[in-house]
């Protein structure tokens, strides 16, 4: 969960997405 979160977090695309995974 966290690596997802960093790789998301490393794309602007998948911005919002890694917000939301950080949230849940």
């Not at 998301?8 to 919002?16: D, I, L, S």
């Amino acid at each position: 969960m966290k690596a997802c979160g960093v790789i998301a977090e490393y794309n602007p695309f998948h911005n919002g997405h890694a917000y939301q995974l950080a949230q849940a």
